[in-house]
């Protein structure tokens, strides 16, 4: 006798019914749609109720050795099925408790049943069989919506025989049920998703050098979900935060304030890479789609666009032709190279000068492998401009680079949102040319909505502009895309700063350190902010902790807080040991000899800096810093050859 014939037909447990024969889940004697895995796994429970089901037990039951699968997270997504399924709390479990690193276990007595309902009616006697209705706890797809609304239209037809077998007696309040489960599924609207953040995958390859593999296919995944402007999409950088932690799902989303979560994993295997991608809605933790996408690795890009546009079909979101285009246009890539533009965009992504350094090298090899990379030469553009802004390159040395990197990319895919954006950063930051550099950040706006660098970039043109309350909104725009980032906090600071509002820029910067207590440009833009209201000894404050968070790789700032407090020679002494290299910007020795009355050689400073096309003489025209030298016919001068616009 094999264990199928040993097990009873029926077991049942509080409302639920498990009829083996069948492969039927039933709650009050309808039907529950549970199927495949999630179904297998309650046998395995029930088989065993009270005792630990491991996960290994699982994974031997449901997979094959030699299937290629992500098992770790196929469990936790079956399990997951089925609690929804049963209406389970893994906070406060009826049915199923979690064994911590060890599997699962069925709570609750379990009992052998004959064949029956509860009225003596013989279930095999009943025809047709009970009607399949989705619980309100699950949405299903549109293919299970319509299926089920035919099923109910049937009602008539499909429910005469039980009508006359059950509901004239209204046997077990059967009738009622029926009637309330009907209206539940009617008055349940798929929910409303505007909003959406991608966490980041899980690596479950067991290899923590592969940890870059997971991020960037998180990042991609992004980046194509952000082509829809009807969707704000969450950036990396915040979502991020979210790595290796057990936040509920809900917790996180309030958090970020979105809609909807898109969690899954990732597993790569020589030139295979499979993902799995969960829908939630994020305020009832309810799933609402999942599945799993297998591709050799040359073919990632068309994965990561179908998997995006899966997503944008399950939530019904307003996708334009335009979008729908760029969404479907994928192209196949030597696989050691995509591999090595991944490694590029995780180094430059922790956004520091030698992290910096290591993505140039990698975008390198991208192009030996891959000369025709619109990626990588957009990347290589975007690693070059930010270099001046962190002490690594003279702006001679490293903006022609990046433009002639962003021109490339485009010459290759001028869809490309990520080179207008590079370019437009070189226009603004190195040729000055204010029309086009507006131009070209637009469109990388137009190209990619959700894109947080293009709408930061934007809000920084707007501002050297003097065009205030643009730049704010536009700031903000990019804070609701990044809610976790220190840098879009502290850039929001400084936007505040070039408009004279400083109690919104301290507000600002405060946000920024609440996050990140050591964040060197909060500090230093805090200290601005407050040095404009003239609290000299608190700003002098801001600037000494700027300049040890920047590794004291900027003295001028210790130059600043020095001369605030009246220490004239120390500060003399640092400027003079700095004179012939022109740290970060000139604002700052410009502070520092006006505060010590040194006006001419403010003056002078601020001519050397314009012949080294400093990088952030952008914003000259509107520096609270330069206020004093507004009047000067020498600055004048200088504001004029720069052609901004009056």
């Keep these: ?323 729908q285009a760029r969404l479907a246009s994928a192209r196949s890539v030597n696989p050691e190279a995509y591999r090595l533009y991944l490694q590029a965009r995780y180094h430059f992504s922790r956004r520091t000068l030698p992290a910096f350094d290591k993505s140039i090298q990698l975008f390198q090899q991208v192009l030996e492998k891959e000369p025709d990379s619109a990626l990588a030469y957009a990347g290589l553009a975007e690693s070059y401009g930010i270099l001046p802004f962190y002490g690594g390159a003279l702006p001679k040395e490293a903006f022609p680079k990046a433009k002639a990197a962003a021109l490339k990319a485009l010459e290759l895919d001028n869809s490309l949102a990520e080179a207008h954006a590079a370019l437009g950063f070189v226009l603004l930051y190195w040729d000055w040319d204010w029309s086009a550099a507006e131009s070209e950040l637009k469109r990388t706006i137009e190209l990619k909505p959700s894109y947080v660098v293009g709408h930061h970039w934007y809000a920084e043109y707007l501002s050297a502009m003097g065009r205030h309350d643009q730049a704010i909104a536009e700031i903000k725009r990019a804070q609701e895309l990044d809610p976790l980032s220190p840098l879009m906090l502290a850039i929001g600071g400084e936007v505040c700063n070039y408009a004279h509002r400083y109690d919104q820029a301290i507000q600002q910067c405060r946000k920024a350190l609440e996050l990140d207590l050591n964040y060197a440009l909060a500090h230093r833009n805090l200290a601005r902010a407050l040095h404009g209201k003239r609290m000299y000894e608190e700003a002098a404050s801001e600037y000494v902790k700027a300049d040890r968070a920047w590794g004291n790789a900027y003295p001028l700032d210790l130059a600043l807080a020095q001369a605030l407090r009246g220490k004239r020679d120390e500060a003399l002494k640092i400027l003079r040991e700095q004179s012939s290299q022109s740290k970060l910007d000139p604002e700052t020795a410009v502070l520092v000899y006006l505060t010590l009355g040194e006006k001419q050689e403010a003056l002078k400073w601020l001519e050397e800096a314009y012949e080294k096309h400093d990088a952030y003489a952008a914003f000259w025209n509107v520096s609270p810093a330069l206020d004093p030298l507004r009047s000067e016919p020498r600055f004048q001068r200088i504001l004029r050859r720069m052609n901004f616009p009056r």
């Design 1 to 323: 006798m094999n264990d199928s014939d040993a097990r009873p037909r029926l077991l049942r447990f509080g409302v639920f019914e498990v009829d083996f024969r069948a492969g039927e889940l039933r709650k009050q004697g309808l039907k529950v749609k549970l199927h495949g895995q999630p179904f297998q796994i309650l046998v395995m429970l029930l088989e065993r109720p009270g005792e630990a089901v491991t996960r290994e037990e699982i994974r031997g039951k449901l997979w094959p050795e030699d299937t290629f699968v992500d098992f770790e997270h196929g469990i936790n997504t079956a399990v997951k099925r089925l609690r929804e399924a049963l209406g389970d709390d893994t906070e406060r479990p009826r049915y199923i408790e979690t064994l911590p690193r060890r599997g699962y276990r069925f709570l609750g007595p379990v009992e052998a049943v004959a064949p029956v309902s509860s009225s003596g009616v013989s279930v095999a006697a009943v025809s047709p069989p009970p009607t399949e209705i989705a619980l309100p706890e699950e949405v299903g797809t549109d293919a299970d919506r319509r299926h089920n609304w035919r099923q109910l239209a049937l009602a008539g037809t499909g429910l005469a025989a039980i009508v006359a077998a059950l509901l004239a007696l209204n046997v077990a309040g059967l009738r009622d049920r029926l009637l309330t489960a009907v209206g539940a599924r009617r008055s349940l609207p798929l929910p409303k998703i505007e909003s959406i953040a991608v966490l980041p995958l899980e690596n479950l390859s067991a290899d923590p050098q592969q940890e870059y593999f997971a991020d960037g296919m998180t990042e991609e995944l992004i980046t194509n979900l952000g082509k829809i402007s009807a969707l704000r999409v969450i950036s990396r950088t915040s979502v991020m935060r979210y790595k290796g932690t057990r936040k509920p799902l809900p917790e996180i989303a309030r958090e970020l304030n979105v809609d909807a979560v898109v969690e899954g994993a990732v597993l790569r295997s020589g030139d295979r890479v499979r993902v799995t991608a969960n829908l939630v809605h994020a305020r009832t933790d309810r799933h609402l789609w999942a599945e799993s996408y297998e591709r050799d690795l040359r073919d990632v890009l068309s994965l990561q666009s179908e998997v995006a546009r899966a997503i944008t079909s399950e939530i019904q979101i307003k996708v334009t032709p335009q979008e």
